[in-house]
């Protein structure tokens, strides 16, 4: 069982930054694969970015290529989601999501692969 708590939201104006964290409970937090994923009012929750329990491999959605960048502390137990030029576009609730699985990374960008979630944080990016 792995519980899941975010932080770091808010509100933000366009080409601002934010970082979020996520941190988890439980022991074998580094054997989870680590998502990012939101969803806007009235849209489908979207993959953001995962990045790999063991080798700490990142996978990014095309969208925030460049300007968002996800990161572990397995020390810690915690990953984040540091959040760069931000655009009006980017307002969301932000959820973290865990996943164990060893298939390759590209698989992990759909809800269905996580078995666990955080309650999200919202961003708000003003223009």
């Known amino acids: 069982q792995v519980q899941l708590v975010e932080s770091g939201g808010g509100l933000v104006q366009a080409g601002g930054s934010l970082r979020l964290s996520c941190a988890a409970s439980g022991r074998t937090f580094s054997g989870y694969n680590m998502g990012w994923f939101r969803q806007a009012p009235g849209k489908e929750r979207e993959f953001v970015a995962v990045?790999?329990?063991?080798?700490?491999?990142?996978y990014y959605a095309d969208f925030v290529k460049g300007r968002f960048t996800i990161s572990r502390d397995n020390a810690k137990n915690t990953v984040y989601l540091q959040m760069n030029s931000l655009k009006p576009e980017d307002t969301a609730v932000y959820y973290c999501a865990a996943a164990y699985g060893l298939q390759a990374i590209a698989t992990f960008i759909t809800p269905e692969k996580y078995a666990y979630w955080g309650q999200g944080t919202q961003v708000t990016v003003s223009s």
């Open positions: 990045i790999k329990g063991s080798v700490a491999t990142t």
